[in-house]
């Protein structure tokens, strides 16, 4: 029984729980604004209005600074190395304006075929980008007086839910409703896991013998692919093939707690 116990001890004793919380800063083509992926990629030059087909993400995700919410579990090889077990949630909101803006720029004024003028009026809703990552690390720490400053790589996996959009346009008509939709046996997209890998930086300050306060920056990334149908109300329907490019820093304040003194 005591070397049971003193062996329990002893594990606890590399044992050490954070929890995290700061920015989620989007990076590269995840935040960048690209209109023309979402056009009809095969309309008619002679018409002048190229109608939206989607909204399309893999040249650019449109993804606004959000929040990072994770939760660490480490255990201490030796006094420099360690393993981790990590969790991350992330939401990034999208920014939609620029595809409303190039259809009140291009596509909102109208002339019919008898030459009288008209309106179209458009707006696109999105939900925001939200992930979970489940993510392994491995880390190096360097310990000075109090502080520690450490580095560490990830592998693991992302689940990005799929941000379900609507167009909506008002016109003499009924309104059209542009979205992903069940045609073809397509799969509707919903849950979108991938491949997470990264790294991270760090600094950790002890403020007492059990709980310390840390500053910690990462890099992740995933690529998630899927594809899915939209029907434009009295038109065709339209095949789209896409992939989010997940690339995000992330800024985060945490405490640390080791579970045994």
Not at 25 to 42: A, H, R
Request: glycine content about 10%.
């Amino acid at each position: 029984m005591t070397i049971s116990c003193f062996s329990q001890q002893k594990f606890l004793n590399k044992l050490e729980l954070g929890i995290e919380l700061g920015a989620s800063i989007p990076m590269g083509s995840f935040s960048k604004s690209v209109v023309e992926p979402s056009l009809d990629q095969n309309f008619n030059p002679e018409n002048q209005y190229r109608e939206f087909r989607g909204f399309v993400k893999q040249e650019g995700g449109q993804a606004q600074l959000g929040s990072n919410l994770g939760v660490t579990l480490a255990y201490a090889i030796s006094p420099s190395f360690y393993f981790s077990l990590n969790y991350s949630r992330f939401t990034n909101p999208i920014d939609v304006s620029p595809q409303e803006n190039y259809f009140a720029a291009n596509l909102q004024n109208r002339t019919d075929f008898f030459g009288n003028e008209y309106q179209i009026f458009g707006s696109l809703e999105s939900d925001h980008y939200q992930a979970n990552g489940w993510y392994s690390g491995f880390g190096y720490r360097k310990a000075i007086g109090t502080w520690a400053f450490f580095g560490e790589g990830y592998l693991g996996v992302n689940q990005l839910v799929f941000p379900f959009y609507t167009w909506k346009f008002d016109s003499p008509g009924p309104t059209t409703i542009l979205r992903p939709g069940p045609y073809v046996e397509s799969p509707v997209p919903d849950k979108l896991p991938a491949f997470l890998y990264g790294m991270g930086l760090g600094l950790e300050k002890s403020i007492s013998e059990r709980i310390g306060v840390s500053l910690k920056f990462k890099y992740l990334a995933s690529n998630h692919s899927h594809e899915y149908w939209t029907a434009l109300v009295g038109s065709r329907n339209f095949e789209i093939e896409d992939q989010i490019n997940f690339r995000v820093i992330t800024a985060s304040l945490g405490i640390a707690l080791k579970l045994a003194e």
